[in-house]
């Protein structure tokens, strides 16, 4: 997400060339990635660090131009949808990390101020899911449940 409240302009990194296809070293082989991300989300990894594995331990550099679809999409139509959405989960367990860290240093009012603006980011994801059905409707962040949830 961006910044909201630094006036800084985030993060720089690379982008894809659009409409390049596979190279001649890419695995292409549409059954065997399929199967790898299967196997691969059984053993409890993210759609991330599958992303990550088939990259460079596989030779697969972009999943959906293999498959045609995304990595999530993918998991999906196997019915394999994790309870809360990725990026939500790893902020949550980020407000987990800071709510240790204070408990033991309550003195530590910058930590205080990034656990507001983490648990900022987590309502406004949870709001965007919301409205896209991946969420409850009813589901509220509460600081004392959040732990029940990441672990």
Do not use: C
């Amino acid at each position: 997400m961006a910044r909201m409240y630094a006036h800084k302009r985030g993060k720089s990194g690379s982008t894809k060339v659009h409409g390049q296809d596979l190279p001649e070293w890419a695995n292409t082989d549409k059954k065997e990635i399929e199967g790898l991300i299967s196997s691969l989300h059984t053993d409890g990894h993210t759609a991330a660090i599958i992303g990550t594995i088939l990259r460079d331990q596989h030779a697969v550099p972009d999943v959906r131009k293999v498959i045609g679809q995304r990595i999530t999409s993918f998991l999906a139509s196997q019915d394999k949808v994790a309870t809360y959405p990725e990026d939500m989960m790893n902020l949550m367990r980020k407000a987990v990390i800071i709510i240790d860290h204070i408990s033991s240093n309550r003195k530590d009012i910058h930590n205080t101020r990034a656990l507001e603006l983490t648990e900022s980011k987590i309502r406004r994801l949870a709001k965007y899911y919301q409205a896209k059905d991946r969420l409850a409707t009813d589901w509220k962040y509460k600081r004392d449940q959040i732990r029940l949830m990441v672990e």
